[in-house]
């Protein structure tokens, strides 16, 4: 071989290394490319895994918020229940307490009535008292009279007493005289 076909051996070796080189970097360049790409769709399927693992949380979440709605559906109907009865009891202790302040109020105007009889009573009595305790110092007044009178008639039945007897004493000395003249 002469030289000018090594050299165009070599180029013809060389022209056939930078084709496959080319061709190498244009793979290489697609590969990158396809990886990048790759990365690309795998960090978009992890963000939609990433994604629907959350929806499913969410859904975890919401069936468990739905049994713990169902549950608080029936505590809540357990507990309109229970306030439906208490309004009823106090609806009823309602009535029973409007009974009781009418018949209150009934007791109240017969209250002011009573009292009003009672003052009255009260006045009577008064006014009783004070006639009784004039009578009471009539009374006494009179007995004190009636004393003082009684003791009188006694001086005067005394007074009498003696001055019949000096009569007697009289009488009895005018009979002798008369008997011994």
Do not use: P
């Not at 009595?125 to 009188?152: D, G, I, P, V, Y």
């Not at 007493?161 to 007697?168: A, H, R």
């Amino acid at each position: 071989m002469g030289s000018s076909s090594i050299s165009k051996h070599w180029e013809a070796e060389l022209a056939a290394l930078k084709g496959n080189n080319a061709k190498l970097t244009a793979a290489l360049l697609e590969s990158t490319a396809n990886v990048k790409q790759w990365k690309q769709q795998l960090a978009a399927y992890q963000e939609e895994a990433e994604r629907l693992h959350k929806r499913v949380t969410e859904l975890e979440c919401v069936s468990g918020q739905t049994t713990a709605i169902k549950t608080q559906k029936t505590e809540l109907n357990k507990t309109i229940e229970e306030l439906e009865l208490a309004l009823k009891y106090k609806e009823e202790e309602l009535e029973r307490l409007k009974a009781e302040v009418e018949s209150t109020n009934v007791f109240h105007s017969q209250k002011d009535s009573l009292t009003q009889k009672l003052q009255d009573t009260e006045s009577r009595n008064q006014a009783l008292e004070a006639h009784l305790s004039e009578l009471e110092q009539r009374l006494e007044s009179t007995q004190m009279e009636r004393e003082a009178f009684q003791k009188s008639l006694c001086s005067l039945l005394q007074l009498l007493d003696t001055k019949i007897f000096e009569l007697t004493e009289l009488r009895d000395s005018l009979a002798k005289l008369i008997e011994t003249s």
